[in-house]
């Protein structure tokens, strides 16, 4: 008997190791590492992760950045572009917004021009790395990312490229006018409630452009609050006086006015089945623009909702506690996305 046990140990001593891959795999195309990696914008000091496509030369890399509601790195919105992109040879850096994760500083989640700068640094920090090609460095971010790699694109002149996904080319107001209406239809709500709640909210951004009376604003305001639907539009029972407000300063922001500093070759994408984003009044203010920008090509992809998805269903596409489930899934969105790359050389 105790033959037989040595001799079953010695036997298992002298068997191959157990392989993590089964017998029949192959070896990938395309391998990547992941690195941690730090860097600082005016004294704050921010954490992310490069992934980078293992190959000779040194490669493009694309920094993403956040949607409001998609702070971290590790959300699952960014994950499409960790598998898909260095695929292609280029290098992802995603990193935690400022106040979240492993980043330090104080969430500003709408001081435009601070998140910008945040994405600039990252790109600065980039182009020191021996791997990169600090010629090819641009900038992906959808919803509020959208605009702000637009603004990081005309603020960081040695941008080469950026990419904006689902993010409106009209006012923050206008904006959540057009998602308000739509919540209220998915939610099945008539007309004449509908246009309660988008005059209560207007009331509130006249008030706080400083059109508009208090009293008058929280009239308005006050009605909205007595109807069932209210906590669905997005608006708090009080709200504060201009020069305090932070709202009242991203009213003000106008994305389409900082666009045409970029020089850089730009793709702008929407979705057709977005109910978040004035989608077709955005492609009118933007044909205009880019008659006479023609490193602009924009794009609106069938089917696809503010996400990219294709299967997500409209109450979804409403509900917050399905936003840290949103990924991309559209073919046509994959597509359009390697091919513009494709022609911009930036793909290996």
Not at 193 to 207: C, G, P, Q, S, W
Not at 324 to 336: G, K, W
Request: charged share 20%; proline share 6%; with cysteine.
């Amino acid at each position: 008997m105790q033959r037989s046990i040595l001799l079953f140990i010695l036997i298992g001593l002298c068997a191959p190791a157990a392989s993590a891959e089964p017998v029949w795999s192959a070896s990938a195309t395309t391998s990547t590492r992941s690195e941690e990696k730090l860097f600082e914008n005016g004294g704050t000091k921010l954490a992310g992760t490069l992934v980078l496509p293992k190959m000779p030369g040194k490669v493009p890399v694309a920094v993403i950045l956040h949607g409001a509601s998609s702070p971290l790195r590790s959300e699952v919105l960014y994950d499409h572009l960790k598998r898909m992109l260095p695929a292609l040879g280029i290098a992802v850096f995603s990193y935690d917004r400022r106040g979240t994760g492993r980043s330090g500083g104080v969430a500003r989640g709408n001081d435009y021009e601070l998140l910008a700068d945040d994405g600039i640094a990252a790109a600065r920090m980039l182009a020191q790395d021996p791997r990169i090609d600090a010629n090819r460095i641009g900038f992906w971010g959808l919803s509020q990312g959208g605009w702000l790699s637009l603004l990081a694109a005309s603020k960081y002149g040695p941008t080469a490229f950026a990419i904006s996904v689902s993010a409106p080319m009209v006012t923050p107001d206008a904006q959540m006018n057009f998602a308000v209406a739509n919540i209220m239809r998915i939610k099945g709500f008539g007309q004449a409630d509908i246009d309660l709640a988008i005059a209560a909210r207007t009331a509130v951004d006249e008030f706080e452009r400083g059109r508009l009376d208090r009293p008058t604003a929280q009239a308005r305001v006050d009605e909205a609050a007595s109807k069932p639907w209210f906590d669905l539009i997005y608006l708090d029972r009080t709200f504060g006086d201009p020069d305090k407000s932070g709202w009242a300063k991203e009213i003000r922001h106008d994305p389409l006015a900082s666009i045409g500093a970029i020089r850089a070759p730009t793709l702008i994408i929407y979705g057709s089945s977005d109910p978040w984003v004035p989608a077709a009044r955005s492609m009118d203010r933007l044909r205009a623009f880019t008659q006479s920008h023609r490193n602009f090509e924009t794009v609106v992809v069938g089917g696809a909702d503010h996400a990219m998805m294709t299967t997500a269903t409209p109450q979804q596409q409403i509900d917050p506690a399905f936003f840290p489930q949103q990924a991309p899934d559209s073919a046509e969105y994959f597509a359009r996305l390697a091919t513009w790359l494709q022609k911009q050389g930036l793909t290996n």
